[in-house]
C-alpha cells in the first residue's frame, strides 16, 4: 500500500485546484516553453520535496516523440516536475505519480542528450538508481537489416563519427567515403586513439525481454510506407514492421548514401569485435547512455537498466535510381515512414512499460541478471567478461 504525507495529500490538492491544463509539446517550442516572462519554478507539482523514483523512466529527444505518449497514456501528466539543468525549452519532466512512470525530453544530438542526463541523475527531485531508462526514439534504418515502420532494441550503441574524414580521399583509397578510424592511415583499421565513448554494451537479457513483450503490439502499416520499401532491392529493407533484436549507431551528422553507410559497417564490427550490426542511425544514444554510465560510477543511476528502442522512419541510403540527396530531403523527410515509426514507438513501448510496471516487485525491483559484458570500452565496471574493444 502507497503511503502519503499529510503535507504531500495538502500540496497535492492545492496542485490539482490550481495547476493550469496541461501543455502538449509545441513543434516551435519557446527558449522556455513558458508564455511571456513567467519565472521557472522548479520543484514537483504536488509541492512535495520528496525525490520522485520512478519504475521507468521514458526518454523522448524532441517534441514528436514526447507527444505520442501523454495522447495514450494521458496519466502522464498526473505529477509534473521541472528540473534545473534540463534542456531549457523542455524543463519539466511528467510522470503518471511519484513511484510510476516519467516521460524526459533530452534535446537532440549527442551533447544535449548527455547533459541532459547527467541533470537529471544528479538531481535531488529524482532517484534513478532503480528506474529503468528506455530511450524510445525514431531512427534511420540500414536497408541490408531493417525495414521502415519496424522497432528495434539495440546491445550496442557505437558513435561512428569519432573518425577522422577527409574532403576528398587518395585515387588509392580503399574505403567507401572519407571517413577513417582516429591515428590511422587509411579505412578498415582499428582505431589507435581511443577517447571511451566509442561503444556502450547494455544489459542483453532486458533487451531480449523488452523485445519480447513488443512483439506483443500490432504494428501499423500505410500503402505508402509499403510502396516506399518496394522500391528498395534488399530482401530486409521490403519486410513489413516487426520487432527486431539489432544495434544502434549514433553520429552528430544526418547523412545520407550507401558510401558512408558501409564505412560506419566495417567501422561498427571492428569496434564491437564482429558482434555488433547497426541496423539503425540517430544522434543521441552513445550521448545520454554516457550520462547514464557516469551517473551509475557515483551511484546515481543503474546503467544496467538502460534499453534502447528506436523505431525506423526511413533508410540511410537512397533506393536505385534516386540521388543521396533527393534521398535525404525527399525520401528521409518526405515520404518515408515518419507517421507509423512515431505511431509503432509507442504501440512497442507501451508493452515494455506496462511489463515492468506490472512485474516490478516480481522481476524488475531487484535489477535483471544477464551473462554479457555490460558497459564502455574501458571497462570501468571491471567486469571480467569484456567482449570488445
Same mark, same amino acid.
Given at each position: 500500500?502507497?503511503?502519503?504525507?499529510?503535507?504531500?495529500?495538502?500540496?497535492?490538492?492545492?496542485?490539482?485546484?490550481?495547476?493550469?491544463?496541461?501543455?502538449?509539446?509545441?513543434?516551435?517550442?519557446?527558449?522556455?516553453?513558458?508564455?511571456?516572462?513567467?519565472?521557472?519554478?522548479?520543484?514537483?507539482?504536488?509541492?512535495?520535496?520528496?525525490?520522485?523514483?520512478?519504475?521507468?523512466?521514458?526518454?523522448?529527444?524532441?517534441?514528436?516523440?514526447?507527444?505520442?505518449?501523454?495522447?495514450?497514456?494521458?496519466?502522464?501528466?498526473?505529477?509534473?516536475?521541472?528540473?534545473?539543468?534540463?534542456?531549457?525549452?523542455?524543463?519539466?519532466?511528467?510522470?503518471?505519480?511519484?513511484?510510476?512512470?516519467?516521460?524526459?525530453?533530452?534535446?537532440?544530438?549527442?551533447?544535449?542528450?548527455?547533459?541532459?542526463?547527467?541533470?537529471?541523475?544528479?538531481?535531488?527531485?529524482?532517484?534513478?538508481?532503480?528506474?529503468?531508462?528506455?530511450?524510445?526514439?525514431?531512427?534511420?534504418?540500414?536497408?541490408? $537489416? /531493417?525495414?521502415?515502420?519496424?522497432? &528495434?532494441?539495440?546491445?550496442?550503441?557505437?558513435? *561512428?563519427?569519432?573518425?577522422?574524414? !577527409? #574532403?576528398?580521399?587518395?585515387?588509392?583509397?580503399?574505403?567507401?567515403?572519407?571517413?577513417?578510424?582516429?591515428?590511422?592511415?587509411?579505412?578498415?583499421?582499428?582505431?589507435?586513439?581511443?577517447?571511451?565513448?566509442?561503444?556502450?554494451?547494455?544489459?542483453?537479457?532486458?533487451?531480449?525481454?523488452?523485445?519480447?513483450?513488443?512483439?506483443?503490439?500490432?504494428?501499423?502499416?500505410?500503402?505508402?510506407?509499403?510502396?516506399?520499401?518496394?522500391?528498395?532491392?534488399?530482401?530486409?529493407?521490403?519486410?513489413?514492421?516487426?520487432?527486431?533484436?539489432?544495434?544502434?549507431?549514433?553520429?552528430?551528422?544526418?547523412?545520407?548514401?550507401?558510401?558512408?553507410?558501409?564505412?560506419?559497417?566495417?567501422? $561498427? /564490427?571492428?569496434?564491437?569485435?564482429? &558482434?555488433?550490426?547497426?541496423?539503425?542511425?540517430? *544522434?543521441?544514444?552513445?550521448?545520454? !547512455? #554516457?550520462?547514464?554510465?557516469?551517473?551509475?560510477?557515483?551511484?546515481?543511476?543503474?546503467?544496467?537498466?538502460?534499453?534502447?528502442?528506436?523505431?525506423?522512419?526511413?533508410?540511410?541510403?537512397?533506393?536505385?535510381?534516386?540521388?543521396?540527396?533527393?534521398?535525404?530531403?525527399?525520401?528521409?523527410?518526405?515520404?518515408?515512414?515518419?507517421?507509423?515509426?512515431?505511431?509503432?514507438?509507442?504501440?512497442?513501448?507501451?508493452?515494455?512499460?506496462?511489463?515492468?510496471?506490472?512485474?516490478?516487485?516480481?522481476?524488475?525491483?531487484?535489477?535483471?541478471?544477464?551473462?554479457?559484458?555490460?558497459?564502455?570500452?574501458?571497462?570501468?565496471?571491471?567486469?571480467?567478461?569484456?567482449?570488445?574493444?
Amino acid at each position: 500500500m502507497v503511503k502519503y504525507s499529510c503535507l504531500c495529500l495538502a500540496a497535492g490538492l492545492l496542485a490539482i485546484l490550481s495547476e493550469a491544463k496541461p501543455q502538449v509539446y509545441p513543434r516551435r517550442a519557446s527558449p522556455i516553453a513558458i508564455p511571456g516572462n513567467v519565472p521557472i519554478v522548479y520543484g514537483r507539482s504536488d509541492g512535495c520535496k520528496s525525490p520522485v523514483t520512478p519504475k521507468v523512466l521514458i526518454l523522448a529527444t524532441y517534441f514528436d516523440e514526447a507527444n505520442i505518449w501523454p495522447a495514450g497514456m494521458p496519466e502522464i501528466y498526473n505529477l509534473n516536475v521541472t528540473v534545473k539543468g534540463l534542456m531549457p525549452n523542455y524543463p519539466v519532466v511528467h510522470c503518471t505519480a511519484a513511484n510510476g512512470v516519467c516521460l524526459m525530453v533530452t534535446g537532440q544530438c549527442v551533447i544535449n542528450s548527455a547533459t541532459t542526463m547527467l541533470a537529471m541523475a544528479h538531481s535531488d527531485l529524482f532517484d534513478l538508481r532503480k528506474s529503468y531508462v528506455m530511450v524510445a526514439g525514431i531512427a534511420g534504418g540500414n536497408p541490408e $537489416y /531493417t525495414s521502415t515502420g519496424s522497432v &528495434t532494441f539495440a546491445r550496442y550503441a557505437a558513435q *561512428g563519427d569519432i573518425q577522422f574524414e !577527409l #574532403a576528398s580521399v587518395p585515387p588509392d583509397w580503399q574505403g567507401t567515403s572519407g571517413y577513417f578510424p582516429l591515428g590511422t592511415t587509411g579505412p578498415n583499421q582499428y582505431p589507435t586513439f581511443i577517447y571511451g565513448t566509442e561503444v556502450y554494451e547494455v544489459n542483453q537479457a532486458l533487451r531480449h525481454r523488452a523485445a519480447t513483450m513488443a512483439k506483443k503490439a500490432k504494428l501499423n502499416d500505410t500503402a505508402v510506407s509499403q510502396e516506399y520499401r518496394t522500391r528498395y532491392t534488399q530482401p530486409a529493407a521490403r519486410k513489413s514492421p516487426g520487432v527486431q533484436e539489432c544495434d544502434t549507431l549514433t553520429t552528430n551528422v544526418f547523412w545520407s548514401g550507401a558510401g558512408i553507410g558501409e564505412t560506419m559497417g566495417i567501422y $561498427y /564490427t571492428a569496434m564491437t569485435n564482429g &558482434t555488433g550490426i547497426y541496423c539503425s542511425t540517430e *544522434g543521441e544514444d552513445s550521448g545520454w !547512455l #554516457a550520462g547514464l554510465f557516469r551517473a551509475t560510477v557515483v551511484d546515481r543511476a543503474d546503467f544496467k537498466r538502460a534499453i534502447i528502442m528506436r523505431s525506423i522512419s526511413n533508410y540511410d541510403r537512397a533506393p536505385p535510381g534516386i540521388s543521396d540527396y533527393d534521398n535525404l530531403f525527399r525520401f528521409q523527410q518526405g515520404v518515408g515512414s515518419y507517421a507509423i515509426a512515431l505511431q509503432n514507438l509507442y504501440l512497442a513501448g507501451k508493452e515494455v512499460v506496462d511489463d515492468i510496471v506490472k512485474n516490478w516487485e516480481s522481476t524488475f525491483e531487484k535489477g535483471f541478471a544477464t551473462k554479457n559484458y555490460i558497459g564502455d570500452i574501458y571497462n570501468t565496471f571491471d567486469e571480467k567478461n569484456i567482449d570488445y574493444g
